[in-house]
């Protein structure tokens, strides 16, 4: 029975999503331009319910995450610990944005969003 658990707990960790941060901004924009894709920053706090339901949810579907790594360079940026970049405010978490590869900033969308919400901002960002 414990071999059993232990399989569907290895198939289940193996069919969830994790998507793959960038461990700097600076280290986003290089990759970006490596890779030729486009930076996706996420500006998030700790406590924050919305942040929470991306990361939990929305990040967490396989269709997102693919669609995020096909096409952009994901990076992190906690407001309360990290640097914030010149030009990349936001009023509340989460607050995306959208860069090109040198930096330039191409859309922002502030708060969350549902699964398909969020596949279609992915979607008008990669143009």
């Known amino acids: 029975m414990s071999k059993i658990v ?7 960790s193996c069919a969830m999503a994790e998507l793959k941060w960038a461990p700097s901004y600076d280290a986003a924009l290089a990759q970006a ?7 996706m920053v996420m500006l998030s706090r700790e406590e924050c319910p919305a ?3 991306m990361e939990e949810i929305v ?3 396989k269709a997102v995450e693919n669609e ?5 360079v994901p990076v ?5 610990k990290d640097f914030i970049p ?8 989460p607050t995306f944005h959208f860069l090109d590869a040198k930096g330039k900033k191409i859309g922002r969308h502030d708060g969350g969003a549902n699964i398909p919400t969020f596949l279609g901002i992915l979607g008008k960002m990669k143009k």
Request: aromatic share 10%; glycine share 8%; charged share 30%.
């Open 51 to 53: 942040c929470e339901y």
């Open 33 to 39: 331009v490596k890779e030729k894709k486009k930076v």
């Open 76 to 80: 992190h940026i906690d407001i309360h």
């Open 59 to 61: 990040f967490e579907e």
């Open 68 to 72: 995020i790594h096909k096409n952009f």
């Open 86 to 93: 010149e030009g990349l405010g936001y009023m509340g978490t």
């Open 6 to 12: 232990l399989a569907l707990a290895v198939m289940a």
